[in-house]
């Protein structure tokens, strides 16, 4: 079993950062594929970033390459997300998520996910 906790968001300005956390339970998290993923409303849930469990390997959305980066804390169990220079388009629910097996950017590849953090971005 694992629980994910997502906290972070808010409401900031255009340009502006925010720094999601997502705590992790389990003894594998270290093992496990993180991924962050948004969805807003009216439309469908769409991949931002992951790291394998080693943290050598990473993916991101196109959208948000060279704007967002993904770490992760195997220590504290905790996967973060630095978003930097927000636009009005990253406003979305987003969701932190654990793959036991894949390391991918699909969302039926992630067996786990938390209940979401609201990111708002004024203009």
């Known amino acids: 079993q694992v629980q994910l906790v997502e906290s972070g968001g808010g409401l900031v300005q255009a340009g502006g950062s925010l720094r999601l956390s997502c705590a992790a339970s389990?003894?594998?998290?270290?093992?496990?594929?993180m991924g962050w993923f948004r969805q807003a409303p009216g439309k469908e849930r769409e991949f931002v970033a992951n790291?394998?469990?080693?943290?050598?390997?990473?993916s991101y959305a196109d959208s948000v390459k060279g704007r967002f980066t993904i770490s992760r804390d195997n220590v504290k169990n905790t996967v973060y997300l630095q978003m930097n220079s927000l636009k009005p388009e990253d406003t979305a629910t987003y969701y932190c998520?654990?793959?036991?097996?894949?390391?991918?950017?699909?969302?039926?590849?992630?067996?786990?996910w938390g209940q979401g953090t609201q990111v708002t971005i004024s203009s």
């Open positions: 790291m394998n469990g080693n943290g050598f390997r990473t």
């Open positions: 998520a654990a793959s036991i097996v894949y390391y991918s950017d699909s969302a039926v590849s992630y067996n786990y």
């Open positions: 389990g003894r594998t998290f270290s093992s496990y594929t």
